[in-house]
């Protein structure tokens, strides 16, 4: 029996890295104590191939999202918003969404990755499902644009902001996910000190952001964040597992 009870808030297990031993990684996830994965998708090919791999499963949890690089692509971002209302029952949640400065320099970008970003938050809560932001370089404004569409249920993806941000978020009832890569990034650490365990949610968003900074990343790693952040936070690590796998499980509705 694993001793630690886990969930990976988010990772995209559709991706192309996965495709040669992408049940050997869920297996080593499962074995590892992470009872639950979701996994987000990022445009509508891989959102069908996301339902295709992962709706006969129980472990694999499915959101279907945008990445905000095809933010200008109509037809794509209509494709992602008609799978996501079909699909409606089998998906945990809308995401991830939202901006990136880093991808947008300009103005005119930024502004158009701001009324996706809006569509998909009306969208969410239409339907009733969190929404799973990504929010790289821009997190105050998607707080902004959060509050003022009067998101309910968030789960702030790889959150980078400020402690000020965390402290917003959290009032809000918001909740920050701590990436794998806390174990060797100071500013996630910064976060992860500032977030109350009460909003905080473990992910690996597999492949990237690997605690050991190379290589391709996958859930079971989430064994070596918790250990890390029940440190960090002066908690047992089966305590801090709970409690975030709880969470998890609270706003994706697994419960
Ligand atoms: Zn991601």
Redo the contacts with the bound molecule.
């Keep these: 029996m694993p001793s630690l009870r886990l969930f990976d808030a988010?990772c995209?297990l559709e991706d192309p890295s996965f495709d040669d031993d992408r049940w050997e990684v869920i297996d080593r996830a499962v074995k590892a104590g992470v009872i639950g994965m979701v996994s987000?998708s990022l445009d509508s090919s891989d959102a069908e191939k996301a339902l295709r791999l992962f709706l006969p499963t129980n472990v694999v949890h499915i959101s279907l999202g945008l990445d905000p690089r095809d933010v200008d692509d109509e037809t794509e971002i209509k494709a992602v918003e008609r799978l996501i209302l079909e699909n409606e029952k089998d998906i945990v949640a809308v995401g991830?969404v939202g901006m990136d400065y880093r991808i947008a320099k300009q103005e005119s970008v930024r502004k158009r990755q701001e009324e996706v970003f809006r569509r998909f938050i009306r969208l969410a809560e239409e339907i009733d499902k969190p929404i799973v932001v990504?929010s790289l370089w821009a997190q105050r404004p998607v707080l902004r644009v959060l509050e003022d569409e009067g998101a309910t249920r968030v789960v702030l993806?790889?959150f980078g902001g400020s402690q000020r941000d965390v402290r917003t978020a959290v009032e809000r009832g918001w909740y920050v996910s701590i990436a794998t890569n806390v174990t060797r990034s100071a500013n996630v650490q910064k976060v992860a000190e500032a977030t109350p365990i009460e909003y905080m949610v473990l992910e690996s968003?597999s492949p990237v952001l690997s605690p050991d900074s190379r290589g391709r990343n996958e859930p079971a790693n989430l064994v070596k964040s918790a250990k890390f952040l029940a440190k960090l936070k002066g908690m047992k690590p089966a305590e801090l597992a709970e409690v975030t796998t709880t969470n998890a499980m609270e706003v994706y509705g697994l419960r």
Excluded: G, R, T
Aim: charged share 25%; no cysteine.
């Design positions: 988010h995209h987000s991830e990504h993806h790889a968003d």
